[in-house]
Nanobody, 124 residues
């Protein structure tokens, strides 16, 4: 069974960068698409990026396109989310989760094996 653990969150100033990690265990991540989700305070969880099981296909929500980059290191069984040009509205808890494909990556209900999340706060 796939288990995921997020890390890398923290406090950063607007315009700064962070790299989140999603470490997998139980199965190798080349068998699962992995999505990243953002839950702002008081709001519903939303999909922001996804990478296919092969790592050859990626997808991004409009809100992060051009600022965030998702990648996968199969040797480390880890998926990363590089976040640049961070804005205060990027504040929230970030989760990773698995699915068969990224075709519906913006719908968190299609994903499972959720990690515990990592907090990102963008503030001056």
């Amino acid at each position: 069974q796939l288990q995921l653990v997020e890390s890398g969150g923290g406090l950063v100033q607007p315009g700064g960068s962070l790299r989140l990690s999603c470490a997998g265990s139980g199965i190798t991540l080349d068998l699962s698409a992995i999505g990243w989700f953002h839950q702002a305070p008081g709001k519903e969880r939303e999909g922001i990026s996804c990478i296919s099981s092969s790592g050859t296909s990626t997808a991004y929500a409009d809100s992060v396109k051009g600022r965030f980059t998702i990648s996968k290191d199969n040797a480390k069984n880890t998926v990363y989310l590089q976040m640049n040009s961070l804005k205060p509205e990027d504040t929230g808890v970030y989760y990773c989760a698995g699915a068969k494909t990224c075709s519906r990556f913006m719908d968190w209900l299609d994903f499972g094996s959720w990690g515990q999340g990592t907090q990102v706060t963008v503030s001056s």
